[in-house]
């Protein structure tokens, strides 16, 4: 069975600073790991995906993501945080034993203070 | 136009009401999506179809029904709406290269 937990709901930081947002993930099977955002009042769009190969990941938007098979990790970062990068941020896995449906973890709130 | 097309945008209905939320696609992707999402508990799977003739449920499908009229379409209904029904749902399509979602439909039930 597939999982994911996002560790903290909300994150604020300053403009220019680190943005780290925590995922870890449970499956059975070699999974698949995305990550999405959700600006306000939009829909979901990808940010980087995992699937084979590189375990580091670059996405648009400066963001990048490193998958730990021993931790169990796939942790977004972005060096220096924009005012534009506040939104909603899901972690999200999929397996080819649950036929690639995506399962999601609750999701990480971004604030960006000037 | 958008690839995956839900409407309406945003509906408020009455409790036992019933209400279709429509979604269409010109990706031409067999697989097709229904989700909610609430506030601290992310996307939640609804129901899933692989081709016209082949319907899934999800993780939570119950009070929920759905339609695929044709690989382009998928309905979603809510036979007699309750309050705990609120919430945003989105409506995707999976292709080789991913998924593709909707913009949401934010469900209002009073």
């Known amino acids: 069975a597939q999982s994911v937990t996002q560790l903290g709901s909300h994150v604020s930081v300053s403009e220019g600073a680190l943005v780290l947002l925590r995922c870890n993930y449970s499956s059975s099977v070699p999974p698949y790991l995305f990550w999405y955002v959700q600006y306000p009042n939009q829909g979901l769009q990808l940010l980087l995906k995992y699937t084979t190969g590189a375990t580091l990941v670059k996405g648009i938007n400066g963001f990048e993501a490193e998958f730990k098979k021993s931790e169990t990790s796939f942790h977004l970062t972005k060096p220096s945080a924009h005012m534009s990068d506040a939104a909603e941020y899901f972690c999200a896995v999929s397996e080819l034993d649950n036929d690639y449906k995506l399962s999601f973890g609750a999701g990480t709130t971004v604030t960006v203070r000037a | 136009d958008a690839d995956v097309t839900q409407t309406p945008r945003n509906r408020i209905t009455k409790t036992g009401k019933r209400i279709m939320l429509e979604c269409s696609q010109t990706k031409g992707h067999d697989r097709m999506y229904w989700y909610r999402q609430d506030p601290g508990l992310g996307l939640r799977l609804i129901y899933y179809?692989?081709?016209?003739?082949?319907?899934n449920k999800g993780e939570i499908s119950d009070g929920y029904s759905v339609s695929r009229q044709a690989q382009a379409k998928f309905s979603l209904s809510l036979e007699s709406a309750i309050p705990n029904q609120t919430a945003l749902y989105f409506c995707a399509t999976r292709g080789v290269q991913g998924y593709t979602f909707g913009s949401g439909t934010r469900l209002t039930v009073v």
């Open positions: 179809s692989f081709d016209v003739k082949d319907i």
